[in-house]
C-alpha cells in the first residue's frame, strides 16, 4: 500500500470549481483533497493538515486568500508551504504582492483550463 500520500488543501467559496478540482486531483493516484470555504477556515485547516500544496482563491468570505496567506507566513510551517493563487483577479498588484509572499505561481482562473491546473498541482506535489 503506498503511504506517500499528498495532500492539497484547495481554499476556494466557489463550490463548481471545488468540485471540479476535488474530482480531478481525486483520480491521481496517492492524491488526498481537503477543502475550505474561505480564509479563516483554510487557515486553520493549513496549520493542522500540514498539506502538500494549498490551492488558494483570493476574494472569499470572512478572511481573504491574501490575509490568509500573510498570516500562513508567520508560522514556522508556514513559511515553506507550498501556495498556488487561483484567482479571478488579474492585478499585477496583487500577482506581485504574493510573489513577495513567496507563491509557488499565481492562476488567473479565466486564463487556465482546469487540466492546466491539475497537472501544474500535481508537478508541485510530486517534486
Do not use: H
Amino acid at each position: 500500500m503506498d503511504t506517500l500520500i499528498k495532500k492539497i488543501l484547495i481554499i476556494e467559496d466557489d463550490e463548481p470549481i471545488v468540485f471540479s478540482l476535488t474530482k480531478k486531483l481525486e483520480l491521481a493516484k496517492g492524491i488526498k483533497v481537503l477543502c475550505a470555504k474561505n480564509g479563516a477556515e483554510g487557515l486553520a485547516m493549513s496549520l493542522a493538515e500540514k498539506p502538500d500544496l494549498i490551492l488558494l482563491d483570493i476574494i472569499m468570505p470572512i478572511m481573504s486568500g491574501m490575509d490568509m496567506l500573510k498570516q500562513l507566513r508567520q508560522d514556522e510551517w508556514g513559511k515553506q508551504a507550498n501556495v498556488i493563487i487561483l484567482s479571478n483577479l488579474s492585478s499585477p498588484e496583487k500577482e506581485a504582492e504574493a510573489k513577495k509572499l513567496g507563491v509557488t505561481d499565481y492562476i488567473v482562473k479565466a486564463d487556465w483550463k482546469l487540466e492546466n491546473v491539475i497537472s501544474k498541482a500535481l508537478e508541485c506535489v510530486m517534486r
